[in-house]
């Protein structure tokens, strides 16, 4: 069983800056891929970034390369998403989930505004 929680989300204006992060219980967090997805209403939750459990590889949306990027520490069973260049259409509620790409696990979920 893993129990994740978000933070970090809020309001910034267009071309701004957020870091979320995700705390994870559990021992075995080194061994769990884990991914960042979100959802506006009415959408289906989309996938945003990955890494893998060492951290070795990470993978994006392509609506999100070279503005966001997916860290972890496992020595704090932690995982990270810097968002950078925010847009307006970023806004959403953002998600933390175990194991990336298809998820058992998920937070609770954290808003993140972007205005314009």
């Known amino acids: 069983q893993v129990q994740l929680v978000e933070s970090g989300g809020g309001l910034v204006q267009a071309g701004g800056s957020l870091r979320l992060s995700c705390a994870a219980s559990g021992r075995t967090f080194r061994n769990y891929a884990m991914g960042w997805f979100r959802q506006v209403p009415g959408k289906e939750r989309e996938f945003v970034a990955g890494i893998s459990g060492g951290g070795g590889s990470t993978s994006y949306a392509d609506s999100v390369k070279g503005r966001f990027t997916i860290s972890r520490d496992n020595a704090k069973n932690t995982v990270y998403l810097q968002m950078n260049s925010l847009k307006p259409e970023d806004t959403a509620v953002y998600y933390c989930?175990?194991?990336?790409?298809?998820?058992?696990?998920w937070g609770q979920g954290t808003q993140v505004t972007v205005s314009s």
């Open positions: 989930a175990a194991p990336a790409p298809a998820p058992d696990y």
